[in-house]
Each structure stands twice: as structure tokens, then as C-alpha cells.
């Protein structure tokens, strides 16, 4: 039986995955004035390692000096702030704290300040342990000193990219989802990609699968190029009202594997201790251990006492796509108009903007037979609505359906609107992240009954199963 086409069109561009880099470079190619469809094998967008991280903005004055890394957490940082207002996508700009807890941590402080200006941070320093305690009134007394980083900030972990790849479509790119590239071949001139929801036709591909790069990379070029090595990180999110006991996000002095457990706010309002690091076999094992969450909370009432007066809410974790190199890996095939992104691990999220930079970089080298780009005489930008506990939300506004979701305060009208559109929401994961509905204190204890009803005939699995069935 013949393939049949996904589409009959020939795209300049085939980007596979939609986690959030794929969603930044669709982004960056398509206003370059590209035909871009992008492909995710989900049900929705995220569904990857980049639905889960600490969803934090960083300026990058602890990246490798002069590694891809830190050149494109440097060049998404400015990105960020100069687009943010204009998608409406929320920021918490609370700096960090660099604590050194013993004499050992306090002789690494001039290594990171000389690393950070090295990276162009020049406005850190180090803070006395008299400043970090009327910084930060409510943390353990233990701390010795600190290096302050101003500009560190607290962003939207999934709005953000959404944002980017709305902004795509919405300037003239396609996304297919719950569609996983299962082949492809290149004839010297068109890439022609089989996958599980059909047959499409491109100038270049570019993968940006996260956690199967690796894999994709064989299927298409036969050659790995890299090989992930999946580290798990496991997170605790306290209650609401314990946000209230810290100002900055509060980080280790990192080890030689990772940066260690960091304790901050989320833009939704709580208070977040993670991630571990842990090296494990499976992709896609996102289980939580018991002990491990209790090493957590133990480490952060250490560092934050009053912590444990108040509740853990929610529990989860995300695997990011390490590789046996500390840097990523971002590399151009020209003689197949391939480009491969991976490695991006915790830093991803920050460095988003900039990877789609230095992606379109390697795009504009390839050369003949690709065709020059025009990029459109004007952008659309599309206004993404706000989530944050730290902005207006829906429930304060007129008309919005009645609340559903009384932990998390979110409305009808919410639901309702992420459901439709150009990236409607097709599954439960989904509207979470569009929404936060059952993310709050009863975990959709209350609401889901109600989400039932709304949700009915939207998701490919239904969130409830009529007894009549």
C-alpha cells in the first residue's frame, strides 16, 4: 500500500521534536521567512524532557567559557527579556545566591567570579555572611558567605516555548503531533521523511529530539553523532504558603557532575527543592523514589528550617538528555542538509533562544540547493495568557465561566480556550501545563469530575470512561 503524503508542499525546513528548543528553532526559521513544519511524536507539545525542570532563566555565569553552551545561554538570555513583554510571558527578576555552606565551598567563590566575568557577568560578587542573612532572614545561619548573581530570574517552564511555537504558526509554520518520524532519505536535493502520521517533503531536516537524538540520528544518517545517557532529576514542590520564606533562588556550589539542589519560587507560586542527578538506563522512566524525596525535603529544611511547617504538594521528575560531553552538541551534515541539536540539559530552557540562533547559523551555510530565504515584511506576535501567581489571572476577570479548579484558581474560559486554536490541547498532561488545573493541594481530587464534562470528545484518551461503554 502506498505512503500517502502528510502534505503535498515541499518545506524548507523539517524539525523534529517540539520540546523547547524544536519550538525555538521553528520559531527562528520560520521568521526568517523558512516553510517550516515541525513534528512531534506526543500529544502534545513538552511531552518530552522538557516538561519537567526547574524553569529557571539563566544568565550563564556558570557555563564553560567559550562553550556552545555558554554562548547560547548568553544569547537566549538577552533574547528573552528583549521579546518577553511582546508574547506577554512572565518573569520574577529575584537574582540568585551562590552559598558556600563550609570552608571548602568558600574557597571555590573567586573561581565562579572569575568564571562569571569571563562569561561577560560582571555584576556578581561575593556577599558576607551578615548579607546573605538580611537578604535571605529566613534561611539556616550556617551560611558563610555567597556570590550574588543579579539577573538570574524565574520564568514560565512551559508557556515559554509554547509562546515560541504559537508565534511560528502564527507566521505561517505547520505542526503535526502524535507523529513519530519512523524513517527518511535524502536524494541530493529533498529529504523525504516517513512517519506514523505520513509521508512529508523538505529541503533540510533538523533534529531536535531530545532524548532520542541520538536514536533519530541513526535512522536518518546513520550515524549517532552523539549518545545520550538519560540522568533523572527528581523534584518536591511546597505549598503555596511557603514561597513567602525566601527573595532569591538559592544555589549550591556546584559539583563536578551537576549543579546540585537548588531551592526557589515558581512563577506559579510555590516553592520548588531539586533536582537530584541520576544516571539511569530508560528514557522515559519519570518515576519518583520515596527515600530520594525525603533526601530532598531534608535538604531543603536544612537550608530553609521554616520549610518544615509547610506541605508537599506535588512530587515529580524530568530526565534530562546528558551526554558523556559537558557541552552540547550542535552539528551541520552540508552534504545532506542535516543538522543535529543534543545534549541539551538543564540549561536548555535558557539557552533555547540562543541554540535557534546558532542553529539558523548552520542553516545559512549549507548552501545550494536551499533556497534564499525572504523573511516577511511583518511579524505577527501573538499574546500568550499569563499563568503566573504574580500577574492578573483569569479569575479576576468578568465572564470567565466560573473557577473549575479551586486550587490552582483556574476558570471555564481557560479550559475552554486551551482546547482550541492552532496547538488545542489533547490530553490531560497538556491543559496541566496550559493551565495548572489538578496541579494544586488536592492533585484534581475536586475538579476532575467537572474536567470530565469539559473534556469530553477533546482528548485522543478520554480523561473519563462513560459507564455506558
Not at 228 to 238: C, S
Not at 266 to 283: D, K, Y
Not at 317 to 337: F, Q, V
Request: negative net charge; glycine residues 8%; contains cysteine.
Amino acid at each position: 500500500m502506498a505512503v500517502r503524503p502528510l502534505v503535498a508542499d515541499i518545506y524548507d525546513v523539517i524539525v523534529v521534536g517540539a520540546g523547547v528548543v524544536g519550538c525555538a528553532v521553528a520559531r527562528k526559521l520560520t521568521l526568517e521567512g523558512a516553510r517550516v513544519i515541525i513534528l512531534e511524536k506526543g500529544l502534545d507539545i513538552l511531552d518530552g524532557a522538557s516538561k519537567a525542570n526547574s524553569a529557571l532563566l539563566h544568565t550563564g555565569f556558570d557555563a564553560p567559557p567559550g562553550s556552545i553552551e555558554q554562548r547560547c545561554i548568553a544569547d537566549g538570555y538577552h533574547e528573552f527579556l528583549k521579546i518577553r513583554q511582546q508574547l506577554n510571558l512572565p518573569l520574577i527578576d529575584c537574582g540568585a545566591l551562590v552559598i558556600a555552606w563550609n570552608e571548602d565551598e568558600h574557597d571555590k567563590l573567586e573561581s565562579i567570579i572569575d568564571k562569571s566575568h569571563a562569561n561577560g557577568v560582571t555584576n556578581t560578587r561575593i556577599v558576607s555572611a551578615r548579607e546573605v542573612s538580611q537578604m535571605e532572614p529566613d534561611i539556616c545561619t550556617g551560611a558563610i558567605a555567597a556570590v550574588q548573581v543579579p539577573g538570574e530570574s524565574i520564568i514560565d517552564p512551559w508557556n515559554t516555548p509554547f509562546a515560541y511555537l504559537l508565534q511560528a504558526l502564527s507566521n505561517g509554520a505547520r505542526a503535526e503531533r502524535n507523529c513519530e518520524v519512523t524513517g527518511g532519505e535524502f536524494d541530493g536535493i529533498h529529504w523525504v521523511i516517513d512517519s506514523s502520521c505520513g509521508r512529508v517533503t523538505g529541503k533540510c531536516v533538523i533534529n531536535c529530539a531530545g532524548l532520542f537524538g541520538d536514536e533519530l540520528n541513526n535512522r536518518l544518517i546513520d550515524e549517532p553523532l552523539f549518545n545520550i545517557r538519560p540522568r533523572k532529576g527528581q523534584f518536591v514542590v511546597y505549598d503555596k504558603s511557603a514561597a513567602k520564606l525566601i527573595r532569591s533562588i538559592l544555589l549550591p556550589v556546584p559539583g563536578e557532575r551537576t549543579k546540585g539542589v537548588v531551592v526557589c519560587r515558581t512563577i506559579f507560586g510555590n516553592l520548588l527543592v531539586g533536582p537530584t542527578a541520576e544516571e539511569q538506563q530508560s528514557r522515559v522512566d519519570v518515576s519518583v523514589d520515596k527515600s530520594i524525596l525525603n533526601q530532598l525535603t531534608k535538604r531543603g529544611e536544612q537550608i530553609v528550617p521554616a520549610l518544615s511547617g509547610h506541605s508537599v504538594t506535588a512530587t515529580y521528575a524530568g530526565i534530562r538528555p546528558a551526554t558523556d560531553s559537558k557541552d552540547y552538541h550542535i552539528n551541520s551534515k552540508t552534504d545532506l542538509h542535516y543538522i543535529s541539536v543534543g545534549g541539551i540539559r538543564s540549561t536548555g530552557l535558557s539557552a533555547a533562544l540562543g541554540i535557534a540562533n546558532l542553529v539558523f547559523d548552520h542553516y545559512s551555510k549549507l548552501g545550494e540547493p536551499l533556497d534564499p530565504l525572504d523573511p516577511p515584511d511583518r511579524i505577527n506576535w501573538p499574546q500568550i495568557n499569563s499563568i503566573s501567581e504574580y500577574d492578573k489571572r483569569d479569575w479576576q476577570c468578568d465572564d470567565n465561566g466560573g473557577i473549575v479548579c479551586h486550587c490552582e484558581l483556574v476558570t471555564q474560559r481557560e479550559i475552554a480556550a486551551a482546547m482550541t486554536g492552532p496547538l488545542a490541547v489533547r490530553s490531560l498532561d497538556g491543559l496541566k501545563r496550559r493551565t495548572r488545573v489538578t496541579m494544586g493541594r488536592c492533585q484534581g481530587f475536586y475538579c476532575t469530575a467537572r474536567l470530565c464534562e469539559l473534556t469530553a470528545g477533546q482528548f485522543d484518551r478520554p480523561l473519563c470512561v462513560s459507564s455506558d461503554t
